[in-house]
C-alpha cells in the first residue's frame, strides 16, 4: 500500500467525529426543493456546499443560477496527464411529511444506534459528505492524483428540470473523461455493489369518460358503460397470462440479456427469498422466463401507481361514476425510448378502448434508460477500491429505479458514469425516519479514496 493511500486512510479514520459533526450541520439545513417557502433554504445549502468546496481547494467555485434551483461547480485541474472525474451529487432533499412519523425532528440529526437519522441522510447529502471528506483526506496526505470536477445541483428531487440546459449550456466546463455519481446504494452493509444500468421512465394519466354526470346504478346500470369497469377492463388487458406487457411493439427495441451478463446477475444476493422477506409480499410476480434480479432491473415493466373513480366514502353510494382515471407507469430498459412508448400506449388505447367511452393520455414524465460499460478506467478504480475495503468482488447489479442525469451525460457529454453509493435498503428514502448506516458510510469514505488514489496510480 502506497505512503500517500495509508496516510489518506489514517487521516478519515482521525477524522470520523469531525467528519459526522459536518455532515449533521448539512442536513440541518431543511433543503426541500419543491416547497418554494424553502427557498432560502435552497440557496443556503448550494453557499454551504461552495464553502466546502473552496476549503478543500478546489478552484473556479462558482454557483450558477437556474429558473429554479443553483447549480454549484467547482473544479481542480493540477494533475498534468492525469483523468478528468465529474462528481456529480444533489444537495435538495425530499419533503419530510408526515411529520408525526419522525421519532425526531427531521432536520434535527440524530443518531442512535448505529444508524444517523435525518431527512437526506441517505439521499444523498451523506454521499455528498463522503465524496468531500475522501478528497480532503487525500489533499491532506500529498495532493490530488486526478483532476476534479463537481456538478452539485438542487432539483433532483423535482426531476432536475433545468440541469439538461445547464449541460448544453455549459459543455466545454464540465467536460470529463467520466463521472462518479453516489446517488445510489448497495444490497446490503456486507454487499459492496455497482450499479451499471439504470431504468428510464415513461409516466401517463390516463382518464376514461363516460356519461356526463354521475348516475344511478339501479336505473342507468346495464345500459351505460361504466367508466370505472371499462378502465379495469384495459388496464387489466396491458398484461398477458405471461405476464408480458401488450402494448404493440413494445419489447421491439429491448436489448436482450448475454449468457455472461445473467451468469453476473445471477451472483446477486437477490433472490425469491429476498424480495419475499423486503415486501412482506405472500409471493412474487412477474414476466415468465426471467429470475427476479432479472425483472427489476434487466426487463421492462408496467404499473398501476394509482387510480380513482366515483364514490370513496364511508359507506355506499350506488352510483355509476362519471369518469376513471389511473396513474401508470412503465420502466423501460436499453434500448426503448419513451417517445416510442407513449405512441405504444396510445396505440393500445385506440385498438382496445370501447366505442362506448371517451378516453385521453396525459403524457406526465419522460427518462431514458442507460447502461455502462463495466470494463471502463473508472468502473475498474471502483471494483478494486470496494475489494479493498469490503474484502470481496463487488456485485454488479441494474438498478430498477432511474438517475436521468447518468443518461443525459452519456448523451450530451459522451461519458460514462460510475454509480456507487452506501446507502441501504431499510435507509426509508423519501420516507419518514431517514437514515444512513454509520459503518458503512464510514467504509464508503475508505473506498472513494482508494478510488481516486487507483486512478492516479
Not at 111 to 120: H, I
Not at 131 to 144: D, M, P, T, W
Request: charged share 20%.
Amino acid at each position: 500500500m502506497s505512503d500517500q493511500r495509508t496516510a489518506a486512510l489514517e487521516y478519515a479514520r482521525q477524522n470520523k467525529e469531525q467528519t459526522l459533526k459536518l455532515l449533521e450541520t448539512f442536513l440541518s439545513i431543511p433543503s426541500i426543493s419543491t416547497e418554494p417557502e424553502n427557498q432560502p433554504d435552497m440557496q443556503r445549502a448550494a453557499s454551504w456546499v461552495a464553502a466546502q468546496l473552496s476549503g478543500l481547494g478546489m478552484q473556479n467555485v462558482e454557483i450558477f443560477p437556474t429558473a429554479r434551483h443553483p447549480v454549484v461547480y467547482a473544479e481542480w485541474q493540477g494533475a498534468k496527464g492525469a483523468p478528468t472525474v465529474l462528481i456529480y451529487g444533489h444537495y435538495d432533499v425530499q419533503p419530510a411529511d408526515p411529520l408525526d412519523l419522525w421519532q425526531t425532528g427531521p432536520f434535527e440529526p440524530t443518531v442512535r444506534g448505529e444508524s444517523l437519522y435525518a431527512r437526506g441522510a441517505s439521499d444523498m447529502k451523506g454521499q455528498v459528505v463522503a465524496a468531500l471528506k475522501a478528497v480532503e483526506a487525500i489533499v491532506k496526505s500529498g495532493g490530488l492524483p486526478v483532476n476534479l470536477k463537481w456538478l452539485i445541483e438542487g432539483e433532483e428531487e423535482i426531476g432536475s428540470p433545468s440541469l439538461e440546459a445547464f449541460i448544453a449550456e455549459h459543455k466545454e466546463l464540465i467536460a470529463s473523461d467520466f463521472a462518479l455519481n453516489p446517488d445510489s446504494g448497495m444490497i446490503g452493509p456486507d454487499d459492496p455493489t455497482i450499479t451499471y444500468a439504470l431504468r428510464g421512465l415513461a409516466y401517463f394519466e390516463l382518464r376514461v369518460y363516460g356519461p356526463a354526470s354521475d348516475l344511478h346504478s339501479g336505473i342507468y346500470g346495464g345500459v351505460v358503460h361504466n367508466p370505472a369497469n371499462a378502465l379495469a377492463e384495459l388496464i387489466a388487458g396491458m398484461h398477458d397470462a405471461e405476464g408480458r406487457v401488450t402494448l404493440p411493439g413494445f419489447y421491439d427495441k429491448v436489448c436482450p440479456l448475454s449468457k455472461e451478463e445473467r451468469a453476473e446477475l445471477a451472483r446477486l444476493p437477490t433472490d425469491e427469498k429476498h424480495f419475499l422477506e423486503q415486501t412482506g409480499a405472500p409471493a412474487l410476480y412477474g414476466e415468465a422466463g426471467y429470475t427476479p434480479a432479472e425483472r427489476t432491473g434487466a426487463r421492462p415493466t408496467l404499473d398501476v401507481n394509482g387510480m380513482l373513480s366515483g364514490f370513496t366514502g364511508v359507506g355506499s353510494k350506488t352510483v355509476i361514476p362519471a369518469w376513471a382515471m389511473a396513474k401508470i407507469s412503465m420502466r423501460l430498459v436499453p434500448d426503448q425510448d419513451p417517445t416510442d412508448v407513449a405512441k405504444q400506449f396510445n396505440a393500445y388505447l385506440e385498438a382496445k378502448a370501447p366505442k362506448d367511452i371517451r378516453w385521453e393520455v396525459t403524457e406526465m414524465h419522460g427518462g431514458t434508460p442507460s447502461i455502462s460499460d463495466r470494463n471502463n478506467a473508472g468502473v475498474r478504480a471502483m471494483a478494486a477500491a470496494l475489494e479493498s475495503v469490503w474484502g470481496k468482488q463487488p456485485y454488479f447489479r441494474r438498478e430498477g429505479g432511474s438517475i436521468p442525469v447518468v443518461a443525459q451525460m452519456q448523451r450530451m457529454l459522451g461519458i460514462e458514469s460510475v454509480v456507487a453509493g452506501f446507502g441501504l435498503p431499510d435507509d426509508n428514502v423519501h420516507a419518514p425516519n431517514e437514515m444512513l448506516h454509520l459503518p458503512t458510510w464510514y467504509k464508503g469514505i475508505e473506498a472513494f479514496i482508494h478510488f481516486f488514489i487507483n486512478l492516479g496510480s
